[in-house]
């Protein structure tokens, strides 16, 4: 009896899918190391390190300002000199080693407070460095399929938003339980997971089609630029200098980065995206803001506002991947038709809002602090969600509208501009309380 074997077609293969949950697993423990490292930071400065609290502030701050800086330049080297690939490998080496220097600072007494300066300006370049290659990643992955690359973002904002939970839940019950060394060793465990990923991430073959063209690109220029910035970084930071300057020069770098971008791309096309920038900015200000508010002498709770946090933006970005999914690929004006939902739903937010603060000024026999509070519980309610779809909107819009070599600097002046929008709120809001 003979056997008779018919050989079937090969399936076609896309290296999409997986690539994508690869670079949402990068940047989920890329956010695990750092926010880890935050959530231990300030105890540890002042338990161990005995450094004054007067002088942990001026830290911080200026570890933030220097988090809306650097990604500029880091999106500028990969644009111009290393290309993606070469980006993101570098970034997780220079995390990796920042992670390191961490632990070191926790095991030594020696020299410590200045290798936990060093250690945190590594980590932050490394950032710079990995987090505009991974998103611009993400971009190429479906060229100009907008529902695709939307889904894309939202899977990626999804593995962001976990490895901030991780963080927040075991990074610090392990420093407090265990000894610093131990919770900052979990962060450079994920540094080095991170790391390891980047070195194993699959080629898509079509994906990242311009890297052959800087094959010949050098590697010492940039390297000794970025040895120097860290080291002028290190020492601002060993100085608690004040961060303002700092604030108003990465402000004044994102707005040549826009309107670099907008020259070459066409200033038309990225209108849409330099107003949904803006309105990212008093969007983050008003998340500042009202949760910390008084309303008719009622205040959110701290479980409540961490419940928001964490619930609602997971709710939008749920809406908005069934609402996608549903759509055709080819669908015309789907994207923006959920630009306009959401800046509808952070207009009704605003308004919400300035309602519960002008029923706060009324008379006492006539407002009502269950009205006042339930009007800002529900301003709460729509701004985080549409914050974050706001978040997911706007690199999917800058993939769709800039040529894919600029989509990195687009997106670190996108970091930058919604940091800036936390500064905002927290100078807002001193100034509220102030008044």
Same mark, same amino acid.
């Given at each position: ?7 079937l ?13 690869w ?51 880091g ?33 030594? /007494? =020696? ?8 250690g945190?300006? +590594? !980590? &932050? %370049?490394?950032?710079? @460095?990995? *987090? ?18 939307l ?63 800087l ?17 002028? /970084? =290190? ?10 300057? +700092? !604030? &108003? %020069?990465?402000?004044? @770098?994102? *707005?040549?980065?826009l ?66 999914s ?31 603060? =002008? ?17 800002? @519980? ?45 500064v ?12």
């Amino acid at each position: 009896m003979t056997h008779q074997y018919v050989a079937l077609p090969a399936r076609p293969r896309t290296s999409a899918t997986p690539n994508l949950l690869w670079l949402g697993m990068i940047i989920g423990l890329e956010r695990l190391s750092y926010y880890g490292t935050r959530s231990v930071l300030a105890t540890f400065l002042v338990e161990q390190l005995q450094v004054p609290r007067t002088r942990v502030g001026p830290l911080l701050t200026t570890l933030d300002a220097l988090l809306c800086l650097l990604p500029l330049v880091g999106a500028f080297i990969a644009d111009r000199y290393w290309g993606l690939a070469r980006a993101r490998l570098a970034g997780g080496v220079v995390l990796l080693l920042g992670q390191l220097v961490l632990v070191g600072a926790s095991l030594s /007494s =020696a020299l410590a407070w200045e290798l936990v300066c060093v250690g945190l300006v +590594l !980590q &932050v %370049l490394g950032n710079a @460095l990995l *987090a505009p290659a991974l998103y611009t990643t993400v971009g190429q992955l479906f060229a100009r399929d907008a529902r695709n690359q939307l889904t894309g973002f939202v899977l990626l904002t999804a593995f962001v938003m976990a490895g901030a939970f991780m963080a927040s839940t075991m990074v610090l019950p392990l420093a407090s339980g265990f000894g610093y060394p131990t919770g900052l060793g979990m962060t450079a465990a994920s540094a080095a997971a991170v790391l390891m990923l980047l070195a194993l991430l699959p080629k898509a073959g079509a994906v990242e089609t311009e890297e052959s063209a800087l094959a010949n690109r050098p590697w010492l220029g940039p390297a000794a630029g970025l040895t120097a910035l860290a080291a002028g /970084s =290190a020492w601002w930071l060993l100085r608690a200098e004040p961060a303002w300057a +700092l !604030q &108003v %020069l990465s402000a004044g @770098l994102a *707005a040549v980065a826009l309107g670099y971008c907008s020259f070459r791309a066409g200033l038309g096309a990225l209108g849409l995206l330099v107003a949904l920038m803006l309105l990212d900015v008093l969007a983050v200000a008003l998340m500042v803001l009202m949760p910390n508010l008084t309303y008719d002498g009622v205040q959110m709770s701290s479980a409540l506002s961490v419940g928001l946090m964490v619930v609602a933006p997971l709710i939008g970005l749920l809406l908005a991947w069934l609402w996608v999914s549903r759509q055709p690929a080819s669908a015309p004006g789907m994207l923006r038709r959920l630009v306009v939902a959401c800046v509808a739903a952070l207009g009704a937010s605003a308004a919400l809002w300035a309602a519960a603060l =002008a029923l706060n000024t009324t008379p006492t026999a006539v407002s009502s602090s269950a009205n006042s509070w339930a009007l800002a @519980l529900a301003g709460m309610a729509l701004l985080y969600p549409a914050n974050n779809v706001l978040n997911v909107l706007l690199p999917t819009l800058t993939a769709q509208r800039a040529p894919v070599r600029y989509l990195a600097l687009l997106m670190a002046a996108g970091f930058n501009m919604s940091r800036l929008g936390g500064v905002l709120g927290e100078v807002l809001l001193d100034w509220w309380q102030g008044s």
